[in-house]
């Protein structure tokens, strides 16, 4: 079966194919090291294929890897574009429909399919700098994709009147290039997506009789040569020289129409041989061009004559070509199937430039590289702060170490296999059919409850801790049970129906001296849940109403008025009589329920008190609330049915530790087995603004609930997150608002409604915590710096 | 859009006599939560020559479905031997699983089965009119799982 396309990653261990499948298009992704090594190729243990992907619904065109290395994407006659990110290891798993004898060894999911081309995708380019996926179609059009806000379409280049078959992108840039069946070869503009220049003189001759035009640009991005041109009938790669776009030169010695043509990523210069002269030699560049002639020559640009040609090395056309990173082997892969690989010398190529010496060329001739996107412009911004330099480098070895523990992870994380949750998959399977959940639907038919044997996962690979599987119980309940001070003391709960029973409460001294002193743990739990009812509602009809306070973020509260003179669900208006039982002091007096369950079926499930004082309500529809005494007003705090909470996608703001095991009042009541739901990948479900917007409001609701619960821990926790968030997501004006906040008066006024603690907390010690946070992101160092040095004057006074 | 792949099925109890019910173990996974139920349908091919001869053995409806990899059980009583043409009762046909979202297929997984008498007197001289208590079915795997253009949506 034909194999289109070929493509090495970026860090030389593997190395993906696409092409044609069974009725589909197969994507596989290769182990590296034993095409390099002839030990490794024998070695039984080391796997050959890493990964099979049969999504594609046909062939297969194209397979590139970003240039992090993160992203995989292939195009197909499917007319689809498929995003693949590899996800970590969650159980076994074959490819389904081989007999069960192929395992996958890595896990790479589609995290999107890019729909829009209404032909076949010939050829995909990632932008140098990743932030631009460009893809050519049959349908004469070039679209470019926004990289990362998948799946949003940056720009739609038309121009072509034939199938546009190849792309390249300057190194620098600036441009992109396309070829196609039209006899054309056009240059885009990327400042404005407008075509540059068209050439077509070289290609007058040719006839659309190729699969593939893959075209290439010289690393140095002097040149840019092209697929099968024709030169007094005979098959050339013409070069175009950036300057002008001349075309004078061009390879020829192909005796078929050239298919495609790759330039090596490194620049090189000759070498020093000991005694020769110290002039410096001026740099070349490395092409290789393969063609339907089924044979591959590489050239050197510093020559007239080809460095080597190889004649028949396959059996059929050659269809795309491969570079290694370093510059010194070949992957060539052809119509015939195969993939060969060609193994260079440097003494047969040159000196190859470092990367830093590549930048430097780039800088000298075109100015800044890339000077389009801002995102690239950081990575050589100075750092004007030292501070900031020494987050930067902490942030870096951090990613090192990370790197380092997930390769670690991965491996362990095999022997895994076949283990849920404690249960060997093969119990699992025996008990599975009196496990199920089997139910009837309303018209009779049956409807069985999958099981859940594992999480998605497409985070990073630190974040391996995500495949904790809940299969039995909730965590909180774990949790509960885990921690050394109750931090909730759930008192007698009331069932609805009994609302007329009203105890007297006889005992609250009993249950205030159970009550922790702060080390006596588990006792104490035990003894809570004995204690009779600490708190009696007393049925009492009174007109004083409640406004249920919304909080959304501390700094603007809306107050929403709940439908007044709604039709009571019941005929008695509950109300809830509550005493601090440690203060002994009644909290709560007589305040209506009515405007909160007004309206609706819900009824009071538990009362339960924080360790602070703070009575929380949680209805049946699993809302919690929590009185406000300062205020007087019962505020939300959780929602289970939140659609906030399941559209936040907060993920890349969390460190590396696991710090979504934070424990509290908080986290006790929203409970935290609806959190795991929210790990799905919701990331491309949901429009890029939308999300940032309800992560946000999510966030902003988190740190308020913290606040009113009074809960210290969780407010830093919650706090630090959103504020990572913002980081993340470059929100500067939100950030310096916190940072203002925290950072108050700096120099002493009167008249400053300013509090220096927030539940328990310093302000400042917050913000000097804060602060390395936004140091790990470049464009907020003015930021930085300010807050730094009014810390610092606030030290020094 | 959701994206939902089968990972795995398993036939349980293989060989079984032709009475026995069919049992799969189906494992697929979801990348997203499904608002409505799958629905999957197990369908016994009577005979190869023409579709009025299959027999949808059952069909269940799977859900809620959440974000991840999932795995049932599905069980299904035996097909009607009355409805089996003669000819081609002993032998291989196939059994298929199909799984529908909103009504439209998008994954058919096949398996061949062979239907022969354990008793090998009988094996080689067949009766005229197959008897069923006689018959044990053995799944082969190896008919590819086909993929239809259609992805779930929602």
Redesign the interface.
Known sequence: KPIFSVDIHPDGTKFATGGQG???GKVVIWNMSPVLQEDDEKDENIPKMLCQM??H?ACVNCVRWSNSGMYLASGGDDKLIMVWKRATY??P??V??S??KLANVEQW??VS?LRNHSGDVMDVAWSPHDAWLASCSVDNTVVIWNAVKFPEILATLRGHSGLVKGLTWDPVGKYIASQADDRSLKVWRTLDWQLETSITKPFDECGGTTHVLRLSWSPDGHYLVSAHAMNNSGPTAQIIEREGWKTNMDFVGHRKAVTVVKFNPKIFKKKQKNGSSTKPSCPYCCCAVGSKDRSLSVWLTCLKRPLVVIHELFDKSIMDISWTLNGLGILVCSMDGSVAFLDFSQDELGDPLSEEEKSRIHQSTYGKSLAIMTEAQLSTAVIENPEMLKYQRRQQQQQLDQKSASTRETGSATSVAGVVNGESLED??KN??KK?VETR?ADG????????????DTGDFSTAFFNSIPLSGSLAGTMLSSHSSPQLLPLDSSTPNSFGASKPCTEPVVAASARPAGDSVNKDSMNATSTPAALSPSVLTTPSKIEPMKAFDSRFTERSKATPGAPALTSVTPTAMERDVHRQVVVVKEESLHSILAGSDMTVSQILLTQHGIPVMNLSDGKAYCFNPSLSTWNLVSDKQDSLAQCADFRSSLPSQDAMLCSGPLAIIQGRTSNS?RQ???LF?VPHVVQQETTLAYLENQVAAALTLQSSHEYRHWLLLYARYLVNEGFEYRLREICKDLLGPVHYSTGSQWESTVVGLRKRELLKELLPVIGQNLRFQRLFTECQEQLDILRDK | MAKVSVLNVAVLENPSPFHSPFRFEISFECSEALADDLEWKIIYVGSAESEEFDQILDSVLVGPVPAGRHMFVFQADAPNPSLIPETDAVGVTVVLITCTYHGQEFIRVGYYVNNEYLNPELRENPPMKPDFSQVGSLYLGGVQPCKLGVKVSS
Not at chain 1, 445 to 456: F, G, S, V, Y
């Open positions: 069974q009725d589909s049969d999504n619904l969650i159980g798993s074959t389904f429909g007999s069960g999911r589609c399919i699992i399977r599975l059919l199920q639907t038919r049956r409807r069985i409850t999958p099981l859940c044997i594992a999480q998605l739901g799905a990948a919701r479900s």
